[in-house]
Each structure stands twice: as structure tokens, then as C-alpha cells.
């Protein structure tokens, strides 16, 4: 989960190696990825000189997609009306292009309708193979954002048994006989454990990013902060 708002991170804000820091210095990174040239009730396009980037959008039905039922079901603080579903989304180039629909999960993809100016925020919900957006994907920052959830939804045998052995790792943080060796030694171990998962999410956002870097306005010093 990454988020950041209007040049102040929301989380880790004073720890230099989250990558949460590296989108927040580079201004690179808050900028919309063209101009929009086409404009629908359920599309958008945005080209700059080098790239066209599409996206297509439409409500969320339950009956069409009656696992988002159980989703909603779950999370009580999410409501289907206040998000569109990406049913499309392209980046085109003359040598490359990226399509949603080449993701091996086809993971559902949800972005607010009325998202938060200044304000980026993805979640990959595993277990229901969604991945949430606070808004669109319409800057670099918005694009990274997104593709790291999706890489959370790729490693998603891996997740789960990280995520299970930091749940057991709590349980024993909060066994009241617990010595200060063993409150540090757990903690480490919870630590790395979400680092190199936030990692591997970068690690496959800038694997689907990086054909369309130059494209896009990206340098490679900026991508190597990650």
C-alpha cells in the first residue's frame, strides 16, 4: 500500500530508502502523462509527443461481477458507488505497448470517482484478486502506484505466507513474558519481511514501466532510486 499527498508523505516519511520518499523528491513523477485529446462519458486518452496512453472506465455492477459482492461485503468502508472499474487500460508507443489485458491474473481493477487532489493511494486485496485505486491512472506516480498493487496480486502465493508469518510474529510481540532480545529480533523480522515485499512490488511496477521511461518523461536516475 503506497500513498503520498500534496508533498508530504503520508507514511514513512522520514525514512530515505521508501520508495513513498523517492516518488515525493522527484517532481518527475507529478506530472499527467499528455495531454487529453479524447474524452467520454467511459474513456479517456492522453498523448504527449511519444506516447498515447488510453483508459476505460465504466460503473461497478455486482451482478456482472458478483465476486465484487463478497469484496464489499468485506471491506464495510468501501462502497461500489464511489468507484469506477478499469475495463481498459493502454500505453502505446511506436516500439511498445502495455495493455491491462496482458496481466496473467486479470485482476479487477477499482479507482475512486471522486479521488482526493494531490493524492495517490493503491491496496492489492489478495484474496479477492482486486486492487484499489484512489484515482486514475493519469501521471507517472498514479501508473508506478498502480503497477506496484498489481505486482502484490502477482506474488500472490508469496504474499500469503509472509503475510501469515508476520500474523505470528504479532501474536508473539504481544506475549506479555517477552524479553527486549526477542521484542527487537521479532520486530527486525517483521521489517524485513515487508520490506523486500514492497520491494518485489516495485520491482515488477518498473519491470512493466520501464519500455515507455524516456517516453514518458522518466529519467533513469530516478528510476534507479528505487
Do not use: C
Request: no cysteine; net charge negative; aromatic share 12%.
Amino acid at each position: 500500500m503506497n500513498r503520498y499527498e500534496d508533498g508530504v508523505l503520508a507514511k514513512k516519511e522520514e525514512n530515505p530508502i521508501s520508495e513513498e520518499y523517492f516518488l515525493y523528491k522527484n517532481p518527475q513523477f507529478y506530472k499527467l502523462v499528455g495531454e487529453i485529446i479524447h474524452k467520454e462519458e467511459s474513456s479517456v486518452i492522453y498523448k504527449n509527443e511519444q506516447i498515447t496512453t488510453s483508459l476505460e472506465f465504466k460503473d461497478v455492477s455486482l451482478d456482472e461481477y458478483p465476486q465484487l459482492k463478497s469484496f464489499f461485503e468485506t471491506k464495510q468502508n468501501l462502497f461500489p458507488e464511489d468507484y469506477f472499474i478499469l475495463t481498459n487500460f493502454t500505453l502505446k508507443t511506436e516500439s511498445h505497448t502495455y495493455s491491462i489485458q496482458e496481466e496473467r491474473l486479470k485482476p479487477i481493477v477499482l479507482f475512486k470517482k471522486k479521488p482526493r487532489e494531490n493524492w495517490v493511494e493503491g491496496e492489492a486485496f489478495n484474496d479477492f484478486n482486486v486492487v484499489t485505486l484512489n484515482a486514475p491512472p493519469k501521471s507517472v506516480g498514479h501508473i508506478l502506484v498502480w503497477l506496484h498493487e498489481l505486482g502484490h496480486i502477482e506474488d500472490h502465493d508469496q504474499l500469503l505466507e509472509d503475510s501469515f508469518q508476520i500474523a505470528i510474529l504479532k501474536i508473539k510481540l504481544n506475549d506479555q513474558n517477552i524479553s527486549t532480545e526477542n521484542i527487537y529480533e521479532h520486530q527486525t523480522k517483521i521489517d524485513e519481511l515487508i520490506f523486500k515485499r514492497e520491494r518485489k512490488g516495485w520491482a515488477e511496477a518498473l519491470h512493466r514501466i520501464r519500455p515507455f521511461t524516456k517516453d514518458l518523461g522518466i529519467s533513469t536516475e530516478a528510476l534507479n532510486e528505487f
